[in-house]
């Protein structure tokens, strides 16, 4: 891993959010681009999620292929979304061990690049993956309003800078004992999927798990995704999705640069 150092830099260097957010995402990209199979072996999950949970919501529910497919691929996409972004912390476990994080903390660029930028990164490969799981799906009759999921994207990118800032601070949090954050990641990630209703509809679950699912921030970015791909943006679930993934970026960024400042 290379040391990030921008451009041009010397003694007396200004940082810039946006520009140092825009390096570290490019230095974070390009171990991705010089290895594609990566991002297609990643596609493995959602596509199996969609080839045996979508035929057995299709059978239980009774509805035509297209109207749930229409319900079920709006959340495998936020799906991807919270598993590449909540692994983010994983290579910066990397990076300290091997020393090169110590190296980029004296690069003077600002601190909140460095958790925005690696979450960033994540949403290249989940782009392409939504394209595919849209065009796989065509076939069996499911048409996802192109601007809905544009929206869409950048609502699962919000959300995904949050995330993945919260992954960033639990790496540093666990640096001595990187177990500990792949056990933590684990115990948080699958309550969060399944109280969130992305596989399962929430509707028809006891009362507590409802009142879970409503205090679950990603049951909110969820419910919005799902309306932007049908095409109602000017739903008011959008609008919550929006305060939840954007409440959930605040909070993350505020943890993971304390987290930052405190490690450094």
């Known amino acids: 891993m290379t040391t990030l150092t921008p451009t041009g830099a010397r003694s007396g260097y200004d940082s810039h959010p946006v520009r140092d957010t825009w390096n570290v995402f490019r230095r974070e990209l390009q171990p991705v681009l010089h290895d594609p199979f990566s991002s297609i072996f990643s596609l493995l999950q959602p596509i199996v999620f969609l080839g045996l949970f979508g035929p057995l919501l299709i059978g239980s529910s009774g509805e035509p292929a297209p109207q749930v497919l229409a319900w079920f691929v709006p959340g495998i996409l936020v799906m991807i979304a919270l598993f590449g972004t909540s692994a983010t912390g994983s290579n910066l476990l990397y990076e300290m061990q091997t020393g090169s994080h110590e190296r980029t903390l004296v690069a003077p660029i600002a601190r909140s690049a460095l958790p925005v930028g690696r979450a960033l990164k994540e949403m290249v490969p989940i782009i392409v ?35 993945g800032a919260l992954s960033y601070a639990l790496a540093l949090a666990s640096r001595t004992k990187d177990w500990m954050f792949w056990a933590v990641q684990q115990a948080l990630i699958f309550p969060l999927m ?35 791909f049908a095409g109602d943006v000017g739903a008011p679930v959008v609008l919550g999705g929006f305060l939840a993934a954007g409440a959930l970026a ?14 450094h």
Request: proline share 6%; net charge positive.
């Open 129 to 163: 993956q939504a394209a595919v799981i849209a065009l796989v799906t065509v076939p069996f009759g499911f048409r996802p309003n192109l601007a809905g999921m544009v929206v869409s994207l950048i609502l699962v990118a919000l959300f995904g800078v949050g995330f």
């Open 194 to 228: 399944i109280l969130s209703g992305m596989l399962l509809p929430i509707e028809d679950g006891p009362g507590w798990m409802r009142v879970a699912a409503s205090l679950n921030p990603i049951s909110h970015v969820v419910g919005a995704t799902r309306a932007l």
């Open 250 to 263: 605040v909070v993350g960024l505020w943890v993971g640069i304390a987290a930052m400042k405190k490690s």
